[in-house]
């Protein structure tokens, strides 16, 4: 009876002790994964951060067609709040017949816009004869004076517009307020919207 005795409490024993380890273990467990739970999610926190930074990032360049009277014509890419003058330079600089003084170089770039540089000799051969300059002070083009070329800067102002509006001009007088633009046939709302800034008469 004695030595069964002590059989028993030596296995009571083992059997407590054996449940604390297990205890033990699934703590340790538990402990583990919240640790790696977290730290899972502060690598994808950190993911979505940088996503913010792209998405504030993106439009901070704008793409503009340079044509015209420059050393290298062509489609080029710039930061954001360049200048006509930054674009020039991107394409090589003027060519040495380029009307520089004709040019808004000061104008702030607008994605997606051709910008064409005329020359000397196409403000002589497209002008109206009028003699004064047709760009005011602030860059702003003068509809009643400017030529075909010096048109042709302005946003969706082709060839065939230009000479449209100097057509109008010869047959019905000069413009008497800039949305009298509008009157020309091809010019809208829409157009008329993204050139009055840059237009004015005098």
Known sequence: MKYG?????????TLVLSCSLASCGLE??????????QEENTEDSGFDDMSGIEDETAGSR???HIAGAVVHPGVYELEAGSRLTDAVKEAGGFCEDAAEGYCNLAAEL??????TIPTESELKEGGNGEGPEPY??????????????????????GESR?????????EHGSFAKIEDIMKVSGIGEGLYGNIKDEIMIR
């Open 5 to 13: 005795s002590i059989r028993i409490g030596l296995i009571a024993a």
């Open 28 to 37: 340790e467990i538990n402990a583990g994964g919240g640790s790696t739970f």
């Open 62 to 64: 704008v793409t503009v």
């Open 110 to 115: 607008e994605d997606g816009r051709q910008y």
């Open 136 to 157: 005011a002070a602030d860059g702003k083009l003068d509809i009643n004076r400017a030529g075909v070329s010096e048109l042709m800067t302005l946003a969706g102002i």
């Open 162 to 170: 230009a000479k449209a509006i100097i057509a109008y001009r010869e």
